[in-house]
């Protein structure tokens, strides 16, 4: 889809390394814990979860708050330096594609037998040293999310999907624990986690806590 904007030049990276600036507080932080976001041909802003549209991208923080405080500022308005359109549900439409990524990347490592589900099959491949992310329904029992995470205390934790949401990404009804091996998807799948965890948890926890404790991702334990 073809985008237009003030400057449809494409994103210049900053010298310090792989960050955008969020269009509410200009703070730059790694692309990892934002969203981007284009202006459609038609004037609309649309999110690219991908980060693969063309023109002139605009970041936003993945944060509940920062994406209400963007639309109560115009915040889109003043980055795009004049009026552009913004679905009110625009927080909501990008947790549903976040949702559908997380998905994808889990069916993708499943494909690959880079993933597995359930209590005992998590367990083998974590006692067999081939996991990277624990993954843990938001809507399962806190007990069993407790038991796998003290297997591997040095592990983050994926909290952000419900059993549901797991459950299709394994092809089930259901899954309460899961875990993806090391990798490429692993690793995408550990920052969109964050991402998604970001919409539906609030307040944002504060900068300095950094990405690892934001975005439905247990930090590992200490010890």
């Given amino acids: 889809m073809g985008t237009s904007g003030v400057d449809e030049a494409e994103d210049t990276p900053e010298e310090t390394g792989p960050l955008r600036r969020c269009i509410i507080g200009g703070v730059s932080r790694?692309?990892?814990?934002?969203?981007?976001?284009?202006?459609?041909?038609?004037g609309v802003v649309v999110p690219d979860i991908e980060?693969?549209?063309?023109?002139?991208?605009?970041?936003?923080?993945?944060?509940?708050?920062?994406?209400?405080?963007?639309?109560?500022?115009?915040?889109f308005d003043r980055a795009a330096r004049r009026p552009v359109?913004?679905?009110?549900?625009?927080?909501?439409?990008?947790?549903?594609?976040?949702?559908?990524?997380?998905?994808n990347l889990i069916g993708l490592a499943r494909r690959a037998g880079q993933a597995v589900a359930g209590f005992e099959k998590v367990g083998g491949a974590l006692r067999a040293g081939r996991v990277a992310v624990l993954l843990a329904a938001s809507d399962g029992a806190a007990g069993g999310r407790?038991?796998?995470a003290a297997l591997a205390?040095?592990?983050p934790v994926g909290t952000a999907l419900s059993g549901v949401e797991l459950g299709q990404a394994f092809g089930r009804e259901f899954v309460a624990h899961g875990a993806i091996g090391p990798g490429r998807l692993a690793d995408r799948l550990l920052a969109d986690i964050a991402r998604l965890d970001g919409l539906?948890?609030?307040p944002t926890l504060?900068?300095?806590?950094?990405?690892?404790?934001r975005g439905g991702v247990k930090p590992p334990a200490r010890g």
């Fill in 51 to 75: 980060e693969r549209l063309p023109g002139r991208g605009f970041w936003l923080t993945s944060g509940r708050a920062e994406f209400d405080e963007a639309l109560r500022r115009k915040a």
């Fill in 200 to 202: 539906r948890r609030a």
């Fill in 146 to 148: 407790d038991k796998i």
């Fill in 153 to 155: 205390p040095g592990l």
């Fill in 206 to 213: 504060p900068k300095a806590q950094g990405r690892a404790a």
């Fill in 30 to 42: 790694p692309k990892a814990e934002l969203v981007r976001f284009v202006v459609s041909p038609e």
């Fill in 85 to 103: 359109k913004v679905a009110v549900d625009l927080a909501e439409q990008v947790e549903a594609l976040l949702v559908r990524r997380c998905g």
